[in-house]
């Protein structure tokens, strides 16, 4: 019994550390969760907002600066390139971003080719006048907007705002300088070409002080300021035109989901507005009613036993005169109390009104609301299947297209990579071993054999030399007894030559030399 006694306290501590660690553990994990979502909090706002903000300006200038572009290139025709050249560096040069000088360009050589200039004429005219549009804006601090409003204006025969800057494009003044520069006829009349030309050349000889200033007050706060503000709409644009294909395709899968529920019935289209409308209610509903819930339990405070009704009641029954004194601030204040009371009640009662009708309106046809609405549901998942599957497909082949481009573009470089690592290999290993057209090592190591060779038989040479000439001598061992019959001699057999009996020393040394230079030219012949 004790040891089950023990088991069951040990158990139960057990749950109870158990329960403890659990309760630790969420506690850690609803930590952990807390400083997640202040992370997230933070990375919102900071990073993902700021992100969008930029991302969706990029693309708005993207846009823009295709259209100015394709603006461009349709009114100069062939000199769009050259325009276009102009406006690459339109932020530090003039202070405007490539749109915005490609933009004025535009509509002043729209104006231009309209009244009969040539294309070479009208794009070198719109350059000049978009300049002097940046050199009107520095010289009289004026927005390069406004400045170009009164070019275009004087361009187009309305001297009045140029008139303010000191210009005058009026009539008289432009027939003079056309007939002081030999355009029209001598009768004074001037076609549209020629007026085009009489304004034009009227302007630029009047803004003399005006032209070069953007340049000569570039490094000023003014005009930095607009370089600043015209290379970052540049920089914006460029990254724009890297997302504008990812965001056409979007916005062209989009549209027809569009399209879809504008073509709904009007019974649908009906039944959803009544039932954002039931939302719109229901937050303001929930937000008066708990207001009144909560006042409803101050009242309850106010006229309990020591509320302030029961204060109230003390005050009158007790001190009546002195109450009767300040009756009108009493007043006052009760007043003040309904009103609190009365302005939530009517709020709530408004928006249980509009509640109420738009359940009426949505009950009316609540029927088949519902079962459409149900159809929709039912058939949106295939079509955006259908509208969204192509679209990833594309995204997804995009992808991987630019992950093979990478592959194939950095492919080469990674062959000669390795090629020069192992060449370098080869080549070390040929130093080390001096190996190289004919290799020096294995050519010692030949040579060395050969010598090796001849100097180990020559040194050996003269052993079986010596060993034949003690036999032939007899040296090498006793002369037995001869034979009897034999004189006591004995015979040596060299090849077919027999020597029979004792030989002389002199008979010795001379077969000794003879054998040697045998031996000798032999080997002569075989090391030969």
């Known amino acids: 019994m004790a040891t089950l006694a023990r088991l069951i306290v040990k158990l139960i501590t057990d749950v109870s550390e158990f329960e403890a660690g659990m309760k630790n553990a969420a506690k850690k994990l609803d930590k952990i969760g807390s400083q997640m979502s202040q992370v997230g909090d933070k990375l ?3 990073v993902t907002l700021p992100i969008i903000a930029a991302g969706t300006a990029a693309v708005k200038f993207a846009s823009d600066l295709a259209e100015t572009r394709n603006k461009t290139t349709v009114v100069f025709g062939s000199m769009s390139d050259d325009v276009m050249k102009f ?3 339109s932020n530090t040069a003039l202070g405007m971003s490539e749109n915005a000088a490609l933009s004025y360009a535009s509509t002043y050589g729209s104006i231009l080719k309209n009244m009969g200039l040539t294309e070479e004429q009208t794009a070198e005219m719109s350059k000049a006048l978009t300049t ?4 009107y804006a520095s010289f009289h601090n004026l927005a390069p907007e406004e400045a ?8 187009v025969g309305s001297s009045e705002p140029l008139i303010s800057l000191g210009k005058d494009l009026r009539v008289a003044s432009v027939q003079a300088y056309a007939m002081a520069n030999g355009i029209g006829s001598a009768n004074g009349k001037l076609t549209q070409s020629e007026l085009a030309l009489a304004r034009y050349g009227t302007l630029i000889a009047q803004s003399g002080d005006e032209m070069g200033d953007f340049a000569r007050t570039s490094d000023g706060l003014a005009n ?3 370089i600043l503000g015209a290379t970052i709409e540049d ?7 890297v997302a504008i294909p990812t965001v056409t395709t979007f916005l062209q899968a989009l549209i027809p989901i569009l399209d879809f529920f504008n073509n709904l019935p009007q019974p649908i289209k009906v039944g959803i507005v009544n039932m954002l409308l039931f939302a719109a209610a229901m937050g303001p509903i929930l937000s008066i009613g708990g207001r009144v819930v909560s006042l409803g339990g101050q009242l309850m405070t106010f006229f309990g036993a020591k509320g302030g009704f029961a204060s109230l009641s003390a005050l009158l029954t007790t001190k ?8 009108p601030g009493l007043l006052g204040t009760v007043g003040a109390g309904m009103g609190a009371i009365s302005l939530p009640v009517l709020a709530l009662i408004a928006a249980i009104a509009l509640l109420v009708v738009t359940i009426v309106l949505f009950g009316k046809q609540a029927w088949e609301t519902v079962q459409t609405i149900g159809k929709l549901f039912g058939l949106l998942p295939e079509l955006i299947r259908q509208r969204t599957v192509p679209w990833m497909k594309n995204v997804g082949y995009e992808i991987v297209k630019g992950i093979w481009q990478g592959i194939s573009g950095g492919w080469s470089s990674f062959v000669n990579w390795v090629s020069q690592i192992v060449h370098n290999l080869v080549e070390n290993v040929r130093n080390a071993l001096g190996v190289h057209s004919r290799s020096q090592v294995f050519f010692d190591i030949g040579k060395n054999l050969d010598l090796g060779l001849e100097e180990g038989i020559a040194a050996q040479a003269h052993k079986p030399v010596n060993a034949m000439l003690n036999v032939a001598t007899g040296t090498t061992q006793a002369p037995s007894a001869a034979p009897a019959g034999t004189g006591g001699g004995r015979s040596i057999s060299i090849g077919p030559i027999t020597i029979n009996g004792d030989l002389s020393e002199s008979a010795k040394e001379s077969l000794k030399v003879e054998m040697l230079d045998l031996f000798n030219g032999v080997l002569e012949e075989a090391l030969a």
């Open 224 to 226: 930095s300021t607009r």
């Open 132 to 135: 002097l549009t940046a050199d």
């Open 87 to 89: 406006a690459n560096s």
């Open 44 to 46: 919102t706002a900071g």
């Open 320 to 327: 009546l005169l002195p109450a009767l004194t300040k009756l």
């Open 235 to 241: 920089t914006l644009a460029s990254f724009g035109e």
């Open 148 to 155: 170009f409003e009164k070019i275009k204006a004087g361009l």
